[in-house]
């Protein structure tokens, strides 16, 4: 059986834990605490040397990391990845544009306002994100006014690793209200068979 290790407040993490609950796929999940310092102990760097969740055991041994991958390897041959290969390579555009336009601007906002609580010292770094996040929001709210999913009107993995994060936006402080498109989208991805919430 799969096991995967995560944070459940971490995006990247839920990620991992929706494509395997709309998959159905048998799973046990090992809850591990970024604050607590667990993702930098020796047993996990171990495990995982760059000290990062979200991270899968496939089998005794052999483990996968970077939540794209994992969600790549959990969902492949599935109806979460298109068979044609431009829409597959249409929904690889998407996540890699989540991992360098949209993450590290509206996750790691977040990380600053809603983790860390504190975010003194961190107000350069915010106001550098900001810009970007918006930028990248704007891409999203473009794309989805034309089209009900990332790669037009089916659920992929694309909409799964950009809707982690754009639906806690405003714990970074992006604030949602002007994105009618990606509103929408976010409540067709709720409605989605298998969906689970990011807490419970
Ligand atoms: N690109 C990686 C990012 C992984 C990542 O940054 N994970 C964070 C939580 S979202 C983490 O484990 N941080 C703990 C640490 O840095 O010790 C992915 O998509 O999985």
């Not at 494509?19 to 605490?33: A, D, F, N, S, T």
């Not at 041959?77 to 829409?87: F, I, K, M, N």
């Not at 860390?116 to 961190?122: F, R, S, T």
């Not at 809707?163 to 970074?172: K, R």
């Amino acid at each position: 059986m799969i096991k995967a290790y995560g944070d459940r407040e971490s995006g990247n993490c839920y990620k991992v834990l929706l494509v395997l609950h709309m998959l159905g796929i048998e799973h046990r999940w090992i809850p591990v605490e970024i604050l607590a310092g667990d993702t930098r102990r020796p047993e996990f760097l171990a495990i995982n040397p760059n000290g990062r969740v979200p991270l899968i055991e496939i089998q005794p041994g052999v483990h996968l990391a970077e939540s794209n991958a994992i969600i790549g390897y959990l969902a492949d041959g599935s109806p979460l990845v298109p068979a044609d290969r431009l829409l597959r390579a249409q929904m690889l555009q998407w996540m890699f544009f989540e991992q360098y336009s949209h993450e590290p601007n509206i996750a790691t906002s977040r990380y600053y306002l809603h983790y860390l609580k504190d975010p003194v010292g961190k107000r350069d770094e915010l106001e550098r994100r900001r810009a970007p996040g918006l930028h990248a929001l704007g891409v999203m709210e473009n794309r989805l006014s034309r089209v009900p999913y990332f790669v037009g009107d089916r659920l992929t993995l694309a909409d799964i690793a950009l809707f982690a994060y754009t639906h806690v936006a405003d714990e970074g402080g992006f604030d949602l209200e002007p994105y009618r498109a990606i509103r929408d989208w976010i409540e067709r991805v709720r409605a989605q068979p298998g969906f689970v919430p990011m807490r419970v």
